[in-house]
Each structure stands twice: as structure tokens, then as C-alpha cells.
């Protein structure tokens, strides 16, 4: 019918010069109006020339799927969504991503072979015999304590460095050696060399002081001397 004819041309009409991107349809055509179009609300969006009767919603970049706003959207664009720095991508659509996770971290005792990127993961590595990475970051050469003129007082591990002393030099020990303790130890010495020496002296006297003899008794009394005294002349 003429009605219908004229609902026809007025569509094509509506689809060349007001079904452009960024609008859709508002009202179909009738026998009485023809189709009206109107512009797509903030929000939404069509990208293409359409007879849809709604827009499209726009898309959200989350961050908490590792996502930021590149580009916002418009009535014409939908947002264009990125990785944040330290993630990857785990899921596409249509070339973009709708999902991305953190960068893995190297354990201690692990080193970075590679580097994550938007599209790859961090690739880790242990540390090397001899080497050690208390980070996760960079494996590095245990300490060599001889090198140092020390000697070695702990082993090294994959996480963490050998540990060195210093050597100890005997002659050093006088010169470190307080003032007082070395008072001390001299005075006792001294006092302990001076204790022996007279215990020598005693031990000599002892055994070279002559011992006085004592006359030997039979067990009777001495005789008497009974001479007369007026003998004598």
C-alpha cells in the first residue's frame, strides 16, 4: 500500500541521514509518523549505523581486575580499557582486555629471568650454588672472607650471605689488653712469683740449720763425785 511505500522510504531515509552512529530508534514508523531517532544518553553508545531501539551500555574498566580507563567512552566509542603497570592479561574480547592479574614476585632465593609485561607473567629463577637473594630480585655472590682477610664464621644459604670475622693476631692482644686487667695480671705474678721464692728460701733454711745433738742415757743416774775437798793441796 502507498502507506506502507511511504513508511519504507521514510526509513531509508532515517537510516542514511538519522540512524547514524551514536543515536537509535525512538519511535518505528506508522502509517501516521515516520521513525524518529534520538541520541544515544551519557553512558551509552553505538558505534554504527543501527535500527536498534536501545544504545549500548558502556563498559567499566575495574581496577580490581587490573584494568584502567585508556580512552572514555562517548555515544559513538565504547571505553577503551588498559592493563595497569604490574599486571598482565589473562582474558581477551575483541582484541581488549576484560581481565588482567598482578606480576608474580620472586621468592628469596629467586632472581628475575624476565621481566612481566601487559601480555606475560614474571619469570623467576633459583639462585645458583655460591649465590644468594635475600629479596627475590638478584641472586649475588656469597662474600669470600679470605679475599677480606677474614675467615669464614657462618655458611651461606640461597637466601642469605656467608658471615666473616676478622683474624685474630697474638701480638694484638697486648696492645688491646685494658690497662688495668694487665695491672692485675702483672701484680698477680708478681705476688705469686714472690710466694715461691720464699717458699725456697724456707725450704733451704730448713734443711741446712745444724741440728744439736743430744747425749745418749743408759737409763742410770751419773755418778757422783764424792772426793773430800780438803785433799786437794
Same mark, same amino acid.
Given at each position: 500500500?502507498?502507506?506502507?511505500?511511504?513508511?519504507?522510504?521514510?526509513?531509508?531515509?532515517?537510516?542514511?541521514? $538519522?540512524?547514524?552512529? &551514536?543515536?537509535?530508534?525512538?519511535?518505528?514508523?506508522?502509517?501516521?509518523?515516520?521513525?524518529?531517532?534520538?541520541?544515544?544518553?551519557? &553512558?551509552?553508545?553505538?558505534?554504527?549505523?543501527?535500527?536498534?531501539?536501545?544504545?549500548?551500555?558502556?563498559?567499566?574498566?575495574?581496577?580490581?581486575?587490573?584494568?584502567?580507563?585508556?580512552?572514555?567512552?562517548?555515544?559513538?566509542?565504547?571505553?577503551?580499557?588498559?592493563?595497569?603497570?604490574?599486571? $598482565?592479561?589473562?582474558?581477551?574480547?575483541?582484541?581488549?582486555?576484560?581481565?588482567?592479574?598482578?606480576?608474580?614476585?620472586?621468592?628469596?632465593?629467586?632472581?628475575?629471568?624476565?621481566?612481566?609485561?601487559?601480555?606475560?607473567?614474571?619469570?623467576?629463577?633459583?639462585?645458583?650454588?655460591?649465590?644468594?637473594?635475600?629479596?627475590?630480585?638478584?641472586?649475588?655472590?656469597?662474600?669470600?672472607?679470605?679475599?677480606?682477610?677474614?675467615?669464614?664464621?657462618?655458611? &651461606?644459604?640461597?637466601?642469605?650471605?656467608?658471615?666473616?670475622?676478622?683474624?685474630?693476631?697474638?701480638?694484638?692482644?697486648?696492645?688491646?689488653?685494658?690497662?688495668?686487667?694487665?695491672?692485675?695480671?702483672?701484680?698477680?705474678? $708478681?705476688?705469686?712469683?714472690?710466694?715461691?721464692?720464699?717458699?725456697?728460701?724456707?725450704?733451704?733454711?730448713? $734443711?741446712?740449720?745444724?741440728?744439736?745433738?743430744?747425749?745418749?742415757?743408759?737409763?742410770?743416774?751419773?755418778?757422783?763425785?764424792?772426793?773430800?775437798?780438803?785433799?786437794?793441796?
Amino acid at each position: 500500500s502507498r502507506r506502507s511505500l511511504n513508511c519504507l522510504v521514510t526509513l531509508v531515509l532515517c537510516v542514511n541521514i $538519522y540512524f547514524f552512529a &551514536g543515536s537509535v530508534v525512538y519511535r518505528h514508523c506508522t502509517g501516521d509518523f515516520s521513525t524518529t531517532c534520538i541520541p544515544c544518553t551519557p &553512558g551509552t553508545f553505538t558505534s554504527q549505523p543501527n535500527g536498534l531501539d536501545k544504545c549500548f551500555p558502556c563498559k567499566h574498566c575495574a581496577e580490581s581486575q587490573g584494568l584502567y580507563s585508556q580512552s572514555k567512552c562517548t555515544t559513538i566509542q565504547n571505553t577503551i580499557c588498559d592493563v595497569l603497570d604490574g599486571y $598482565y592479561c589473562i582474558d581477551y574480547s575483541d582484541s581488549q582486555c576484560r581481565h588482567a592479574e598482578k606480576h608474580s614476585v620472586c621468592k628469596p632465593g629467586q632472581e628475575t629471568k624476565t621481566p612481566g609485561t601487559k601480555t606475560s607473567d614474571t619469570e623467576c629463577v633459583h639462585c645458583a650454588p655460591g649465590f644468594y637473594s635475600p629479596s627475590g630480585l638478584n641472586c649475588t655472590k656469597w662474600t669470600d672472607c679470605a679475599a677480606r682477610n677474614g675467615i669464614k664464621a657462618e655458611d &651461606g644459604s640461597p637466601v642469605k650471605d656467608v658471615r666473616c670475622v676478622q683474624k685474630r693476631k697474638r701480638y694484638c692482644l697486648v696492645a688491646l689488653c685494658p690497662p688495668v686487667i694487665c695491672a692485675a695480671v702483672i701484680a698477680a705474678l $708478681y705476688r705469686r712469683a714472690h710466694s715461691e721464692a720464699q717458699t725456697v728460701n724456707n725450704g733451704d733454711k730448713r $734443711y741446712k740449720s745444724p741440728i744439736e745433738e743430744t747425749p745418749k742415757t743408759s737409763g742410770q743416774p751419773p755418778e757422783e763425785n764424792h772426793e773430800d775437798p780438803t785433799n786437794d793441796t
